[in-house]
């Protein structure tokens, strides 16, 4: 399940890992390079910055994004923009990237605050 915690709303949202989810920006740095491959056109562009450039376009017009960004420096992602089919460009920069780590499975558990309420899809 993927939880989406709201602390302002004191609301959680439970919701299911399934495709729809296969959009999301995490999902695209957490799958395969063939799955990347299988849903985008992948070419390398030139911008004045050091490192390589690449631009995904999807193979679906319903894809949710129009286009993404990836800007690697010596093989490490450093930045990374998505411009969305609703015309929203998010830009996001990677600073102190580890890579590797061997982390623990309770990392990833999240228990719900008494106070808050879950919505379960």
Do not use: C, E
């Not at 959009?23 to 990347?36: E, M, V, W």
């Not at 631009?55 to 990374?80: A, C, E, N, R, Y």
């Not at 923009?81 to 990392?107: A, E, Y």
């Amino acid at each position: 399940y993927l939880w989406i915690y709201d602390i302002d709303l004191q609301q959680a949202n439970r919701q299911t890992l399934d495709q729809h989810h296969a959009n999301s920006p995490a999902s695209l740095l957490s799958g395969s390079i063939t799955t990347l491959q299988n849903r985008f056109t992948v070419a390398k562009i030139n911008k004045n910055q050091p490192g390589d450039w690449f631009k995904l376009q999807p193979k679906t017009p319903s894809d949710l994004f129009k286009w993404i960004q990836l800007h690697f420096i010596k093989g490490q992602l450093v930045d990374m923009n998505l411009f969305d089919n609703l015309g929203q460009l998010s830009s996001f920069t990677f600073t102190k990237v580890t890579t590797n780590l061997n982390l623990s499975s309770s990392l990833f558990n999240f228990s719900l605050p008494k106070t808050v309420d879950a919505v379960i899809n």
